[in-house]
């Protein structure tokens, strides 16, 4: 690699306010600590993911099994695991499905939850740091607990039927486990409520950081309350939102164990994520290269996801990166 | 912002919201405390008739346990709670320690190239169960399977860009001269990193030990995969007793449940300043 | 006699239950199409004062008039008054379009009407090829037009504006005040702003309101306030360098004297006897521009030169007399040596006394001639 030409862009701003430490870095003098430095991380990627990676590519394009042998005797198959999984596979592509409809539904509930809870932090109330703390609970704790919570509260006996029956009626005996629309929505409540929190928390911040003063002159300008959120604050927020949205979007496609610890994936395959569907296939049915070719399409699926999320603000959000 | 007062109805939301966001945790906890006959009433009951700390025992002693089913479900949690220390401490630590000096390296030095931040990116949309399938191949043909070294080797490099980039966030927020500084006194630069910027950062480097501490001890999907006879880890404990057919073993997995979930909450508290930075890979400051 | 644009009657601001004491009872009438600076340090009030016309504050007494009509009961987006801030504040993703007709967009007006009311006021202003820029993309002085034409556009009462050329570099800044000044004339605005800047207040008000601890110390037109400081705080702020100030005694017949003299410390100054400023604490001031040098021989007041600072134009020498040191301004070609022993004379009619206690200005004449 080449160093780069020191320009006069690069010349730092030396005036003491500004923190610059991420900036034009001083290339000539440092090189090879920098190397130095990065280099146990750089082995370690290689080593545990990068190669494992690259297996995991080569498998996919084989038709191995853990029972016929090693790897490298597998038959070369070319693209057929993929054209399977793609034309198919209704079982695969219904995951993808429900997947996408299921975060597409709790990143919406979060948001809305997250976004209301925020404009309700500021304003001023009495103990609002205890509270603050409070709210952030649910996302401290392990999925797998999280899952295991819920998968009690939803039993026939348990206490959501109690309070539904308590306001419904007792004829609302709601067998969670056991209907698919009524798992699905045991998922997403299980969701909404562990993942909430981070939204909470993004969207206060960037609430926090939007600039007084804007707001200040668009109330002298007449502006009410709601058109004063919407016209000025709300797009001041919009890189945070994305940022909260891509963030929370990449782990929502991989989940896992929350589903596991619910419903294994069940009622039949109503719940079935992507994830779950990977893993019956690679652990249950022992068809790895099949699952591996599974997992790169989701990856090139999010990638593309992804990108096409974030093109509206990629100059901004490069500065927010930053 | 206007800072106004609460209305009467945005109180009772936040009353309504606190009580939805608590509900659970404290089911878990009434849960934990119940005494072996309360566990299979019928309806739930929320409040223990008494209150004990029996399941909290019932969880280290094998014995008890196998009153209450065969295989996994018998198992005490000893081995997992010894396996999740072991392996969450080792590898935050090495995750952190690997990460600080990445970190370094990319902030001070621009080892990073413009694509970093993608490869990073795409790597954590990789759904872990396909990528636990080559770690189960290559780790069977050394031997790593149904070991802590492999475990935590996986550990380590799962939350590597975590650390390294939320530590790198910290670095970036101080200013280079004063490294510099001290350098002009003629300090070689790996000891002034040492000196003069490692201290700099502690609190980010004990939040950033704290978040990735976190993720580690939540980790289910490799610990599931890669633990058989030798290896367990809190998470797949748990998951074991719950084959335990529905009911019979309500309070002992609760216990276990509050256990793991007692740390993570102090630590998260700890470290709530910095939550939004790790979440966001440092995207995002409060 | 028209009604003051804006009036401030016994306006007042407390805070902690009167412990800090912001603004102390300020009276001010601003009439229709003047422009006025509120003149003072950090921390004297002006800024609280306005916020409190804005409506960003509540006093905590007194009122406040426009055209007229008390305003303090009215939340602020209706009070028709224009803030533009310090920071300028414009709207960084909208367009300057879209920053100019927010003040009418969310009063529901007429797409035609605001259409046209935005054009004219980007005319006016100099920023009609801009307006499809995004507010973010825009220079510093540009965006203080789009801050300014923002509140332009929903025609206000009064125009008030927070430093509004302290973020300016010197050339923006010459260029701004032609602009304000041409606004004044062109639609007779009143303009009402805050700044701690006296060049900034000399150079756009036609009067000036010196404050400090949150009382208006004195209302004098532009032209007169430096040379007629009403309040010895008065006289040590204006003037670059401000009027040099000796706190003492005025005494009958001192030492061997003829009649009374003003003694400060060391320094001594005689006074004719027909001097009406009885004994008692005074405070002498001598404005530098009417200090002259002459030979020692012929001067009340000798001493040396420690300090000469040349401005281009004139130059400030600071003498050391009898350990008081007096600032001179003198032009630039006279300009003496350091350490030189000079005499320094003055004009008896320029002398300026202000009374110890009130340190008000006391209006008397006295002639001087030294000893």
Known sequence: MNPPVATSSDAPDLSPAAPHGGGKPARAKGGNIGLALTLPGQIVSVLVLVIPLLVALYMSFTDWSPTRGSLFDAEFVGFENYSELLIWDTRFLYAVLRTLCISAVCLALEFTFGLSLAVLFMRSFRGKSLLFSAFLTPMMILPVVVGYIFWMLFQSSGPVNQILEFVLGPDVALEWFRSAPLAVTAVIITEVWHWTPLFFLILLSGLNSVPENPVRAAVILGANPRQVFWRVIMPTLKPVIIVAFVIRAMEIIKLFDEVFMLTRGGPGSATETISLYIYKLAFNDFQLAYGAAAAFLVLLGALGLIHLLLMPVRNQLLEVKR | MLSKKLTLFQAALLAAALAVVLFPVFWILMTAIKPPTDWNASPAIWMPSQPTLVNFKTLFDPDALKEYGVGGVSQSATKAVFGSLLASITSTALSVLIGLFAAIGISRYGAENKSTPLVILSGRMFPPAAIAVPFVIIFSNIGLTDSYVGLIAIYVAATLPFSTWMLKSFVDDLPREIEEAAMIDGTSRMKAHLTVTIPLIRGGLFATTMFIFILNWSEFMFALVLSYSNVSTIPVQLAKYVTATAGTLYGVQAALAVLAMVPLVIVGYLIQGHLARGMTFGAIKQ | ?371
């Open chain 3, 1 to 371: 006699m028209s009604i003051p644009k804006l009036e401030l009657v016994s306006l007042a601001k407390e805070y902690n239950d009167g412990a800090v004491v912001a603004v102390d009872g300020i009276d001010l009438s601003v009439a229709p199409g003047e422009t006025i600076a509120l003149l003072g340090p950090s921390g004297c009030g002006k800024s609280t004062t306005l916020n409190m016309v804005v409506g960003l504050e509540e006093p905590t007494s007194g009122d406040i008039h426009i055209d007229g009509l008390s305003i303090v009961n009215i939340p602020p987006g209706k009070r028709n008054v224009g803030l533009v801030f310090q920071d300028y504040a414009v709207f960084p993703s909208m367009t300057v379009r879209q920053n100019l007709a927010f003040g009418l967009v969310v009063r529901k007006a007429a797409k035609d009407d605001i259409d046209r009311a935005v054009d004219e006021v980007a005319e006016l202003l100099g920023m009609g090829g801009r307006l499809h820029v995004r507010a973010r993309d825009l220079g510093g002085s540009e965006m203080q037009r789009v801050a300014i034409g923002r509140t332009l556009v929903t025609k206000p009462a009064v125009l008030l504006l927070d430093e509004p050329l302290s973020n300016l570099e010197a050339a923006a800044r010459l260029t701004m005040r032609r602009e304000l000044r041409r606004l004044q004339s062109e639609i007779g605005l009143t303009i009402i702003y805050v700044t701690h800047d006296q060049i900034e207040a000399l150079s756009l008000a036609d009067r000036i309101a010196v404050m400090h601890a949150g009382k208006i110390l004195q209302v004098e037109k532009t032209s007169v306030i430096c040379e007629r400081p009403d309040h010895v705080y008065v006289a040590g702020f204006l003037g670059s360098p401000p009027m040099n100030l000796l706190a003492g005694e005025i005494a009958p017949g001192a030492s061997g004297a003829a009649g009374p003299a003003f003694t400060h410390g060391p320094l001594t100054l005689a006074l004719p006897a027909d001097c009406p400023l009885g004994k008692g604490s005074y405070t002498l001031g001598l404005r530098p521009e009417s200090l002259r040098l002459v030979p020692e021989s012929e001067a009340p007041l000798a001493g040396t030169v420690s300090l000469v600072e040349f401005r281009g134009g004139d130059v400030v020498v600071t003498v050391d007399v009898a350990s008081v040191k007096l600032d001179v301004i003198l032009p630039a070609t006279e300009r003496p040596a350091m350490g030189q022993s000079v005499g320094v004379d003055f004009d008896p009619d320029s002398l300026v006394f202000f009374g110890g206690d009130s340190s008000r200005r006391l209006d008397v004449r006295p002639m001087g001639r030294p000893l």
